[in-house]
């Protein structure tokens, strides 16, 4: 008989429970939890709602258990859910999309200033997913006037900052004030070791330069009909 294998998650708050690799029990409740996850969200942004929806099913689908459930669990340290989710994906790497991996590649970046910052692939562990959104919740959730500033802070500032594991992150409204050449070093690093959460700013840069492409087709267009319309000299 073929045995599933498993692993004993010890949480610092002194629960343990197993993880196992999936089967068809496993898989039919992964799909009753994502359901009931999205179900939950109903149209919600902030990250217990995303946890419930996208990272709670994956842990909680496989163990039996003293399993804490979705809120007890988005209330545990990061650390342990890091942990946990590790687990799980060794186990079942075809719920995932990259094969295990336990040791991120990681960055730091040199200010001139001789600050520092070192950042990390999330490997979409749940501390930085977290992290992720609660920045761009705590953007929704206190707008700036300055247009310029509410963009920043809600699409460009999170994904930033989100990777770091070292240094000391500055605010938003400071970093925008930085040289551009400074500034561009934290974001290329960023988006170096996480690039799938640039995905939409690429998305948005490669529309912004069609539509410009196109503006300046129009100009071109506009012009030469104004020179055919007008008389000979």
């Not at 247009?147 to 770091?164: H, N």
């Not at 070791?193 to 939409?200: A, I, P, Y």
Request: one cysteine or more.
């Amino acid at each position: 008989m073929l045995e599933l294998q498993t692993k004993t998650v010890s949480l610092s708050t002194g629960q343990s429970f197993t993880v196992a690799e999936n089967d068809w029990i496993a898989s039919r409740k992964l799909h009753r939890l994502t359901e009931a996850g999205k179900a939950s969200v109903n149209g919600g942004t902030s990250a217990f709602a995303q946890f419930q929806k996208n990272i709670y099913p994956l842990l909680a689908a496989t163990a039996e258990g003293d399993v804490p459930d979705a809120l007890t669990a988005y209330g545990l340290p990061r650390a342990d859910l890091d942990a946990w989710w590790l687990d799980v994906w060794e186990l079942n790497s075809d719920w995932f999309d990259e094969p295990i991996n336990r040791e991120p590649a990681t960055e730091v970046v040199t200010f001139r200033d001789g600050s520092s910052l070192t950042l990390c692939e999330s490997r979409d562990l749940p501390s930085f997913v977290l992290r992720l959104i609660e920045l761009e919740d705590e953007a929704e959730k206190t707008p700036s006037p300055d247009d310029d500033t509410r963009v920043f802070r809600l699409y460009v500032y999170p994904k930033m900052a989100a990777g770091v594991i070292e240094g000391e992150v500055p605010p938003a409204e400071q970093v925008m004030r930085w040289p551009s050449a400074e500034r561009t070093k934290w974001y290329d690093a960023a988006r170096r070791r996480n690039w799938t959460w640039f995905k939409s700013l690429d998305a948005a840069s490669e529309e912004a330069k069609l539509e410009l492409k196109e503006e300046k087709k129009k100009k071109v267009r506009s012009k030469a009909g104004s020179s055919a319309d007008s008389p000979s000299s």
